[in-house]
């Protein structure tokens, strides 16, 4: 599934474009076309195609792994899911046949959400915070504080990976970067999130964002078909690396599974809790 890394990738892509495919911020939705209903959580097909042909992208960001395109009257909210994609494509290209939604721009483009395993959703509200309220902190935000962190940590008592999936707790980790950043800050999955220490805290926070800001300049992880660009795969230091030496001590990686997640850990620089 995309995670936070990703997820700026298409945030990037879509809001800068690129030479022989450009920006879609400005330009104006004359038709939409819900190919599959389901994949619409709000409102109901109908509604939708009325309501949002018309508005204009004016911005596009990202909150955790939501894509948020601003438009001119509500906002637009996608979550991949496992198998979600955005392609900018001529309005007269063949129809893909995982295509679930269709944005048709006034430039002769179309913004087309291709899901083959259908669990993506999208959303458009005049109320993003209906979605998006419940969510952690970013990890990237620069007002949350190491302080902020180990003391978010203490006031619960779980296991660190479970921990740092839940998007309550912190927006936009996945198994991807949780694995690395456990791995790089020298602590166990397994480890109690309210017995880390101030100086474990921050150097867990530490470790998610390099390992997040590295997945970003690489265009994040392509391990599999659900996401292609980035080249972030050719340095994983634990996930996907089962029996492969650690880049730190030379020790085999080892899978678990934590959570019902597989989970990858170097037994020697990354010791159980007792």
């Known amino acids: 599934m995309p995670e936070l890394p990703e997820v700026e990738t ?29 994949t619409l959580a709000m ?19 990202r909150r955790g792994k939501f894509l948020r395109l601003s438009l001119s009257q509500d906002e637009l909210l996608i979550h991949l899911r496992m198998s979600g994609d955005l392609l900018v494509e001529p309005s007269d290209s063949p129809l893909a046949v995982h295509h679930r939604l269709i944005l048709e721009l006034d430039d002769g483009r179309r913004l087309a959400f291709n899901d083959t395993r ?13 979605v998006l309220g419940e ?21 619960r008592r779980r296991q ?31 480890h109690q999130s309210d017995q880390l220490s101030e100086s474990q805290s921050r150097d867990l926070l530490d470790s998610i964002r390099i ?41 085999p990686i080892v899978r678990l599974i934590v959570g019902q997640r597989s989970t990858h850990v170097c037994p020697n620089c990354q010791p159980a809790p007792d």
């Open 43 to 61: 409102p109901d097909p109908g509604t939708f195609q009325s309501r949002i042909v018309g508005q204009r992208i004016e911005r596009i960001g």
């Open 160 to 190: 660190l990976k479970p921990l740092l999936l839940d998007q309550h707790f912190i927006a936009g980790l996945g198994n991807i970067y949780s694995d690395e950043a456990l791995h790089r800050s020298k602590l166990h999955p397994l």
């Open 211 to 251: 390992v997040l800001k590295e997945g970003i300049r690489r265009n994040g992880t392509s391990i599999d078909w659900v996401y292609r660009g980035g080249d972030f795969q050719n340095y994983l230091r634990a996930y996907g690396r089962t029996g492969l030496p650690c880049p730190t001590c030379g020790t």
């Open 135 to 155: 969510l952690g902190p970013e990890p990237l935000d620069p007002n949350f504080t190491g302080q902020d962190f180990y003391q978010a940590l203490h006031s």
């Open 118 to 130: 259908k669990f993506g959703r999208v959303w458009l509200t005049d109320d993003p915070q209906q």
């Open 10 to 38: 298409f945030v990037r892509i879509l809001g800068e474009g690129y030479p022989d495919n450009p920006s879609i911020v400005g330009r104006e939705v004359v038709d939409a076309r819900v190919l599959w209903a389901r």
